[in-house]
């Protein structure tokens, strides 16, 4: 069983960071075949993929962020994070963290790319 559970989500100011994790269980961030990404949605559209971890250690970003997040893991404590920095308005939305246990895990991944998700956490970026 695969659970994910998003914290650190909240609201700041336009130029400010903040730091998502994803406390994850069912799923070891060490297997070769793992797929780790964060997406966000905001109201009216679906889920966009942000950022992608793979087992492999390779690492994807949207164009939107490149630069500014940073996708990351800790294996000891079996968490993903995302680091944001220089948060724009247009950043704000629910970040959701979503798995794959195996399978290509795609630079570019839509929601059905990934199996299991997280109840997702929401960021606010004021001007």
């Known amino acids: 069983q695969v659970q994910l559970v998003e914290s650190g989500g909240g609201s700041v100011q336009a130029g400010g960071s903040l730091r998502l994790s994803c406390a994850a269980s069912?799923?070891?961030?060490?297997?070769?075949?793992?797929?780790m990404a964060w997406f966000r949605q905001t109201p009216g559209n679906e889920r966009a993929g942000v950022a992608t971890?793979?087992?492999?250690?390779?690492?994807n970003y949207a164009d939107s962020v490149q630069g500014r997040f940073t996708i990351s893991t800790d294996n000891a404590k079996n968490t993903l994070y995302l680091e944001m920095n220089s948060l724009k308005p247009e950043d704000s939305g629910t970040y959701y963290c979503?798995?794959?246990?195996?399978?290509?895990?795609?630079?570019?991944?839509?929601?059905?790319?990934?199996?299991?998700w997280g109840k997702g956490t929401l960021v606010t970026i004021t001007s």
């Open positions: 971890f793979a087992g492999s250690g390779k690492k």
């Open positions: 979503a798995a794959r246990r195996s399978g290509y895990c795609y630079p570019d991944a839509k929601e059905y790319n990934m199996d299991y």
């Open positions: 069912g799923v070891t961030f060490s297997d070769s075949r793992i797929c």
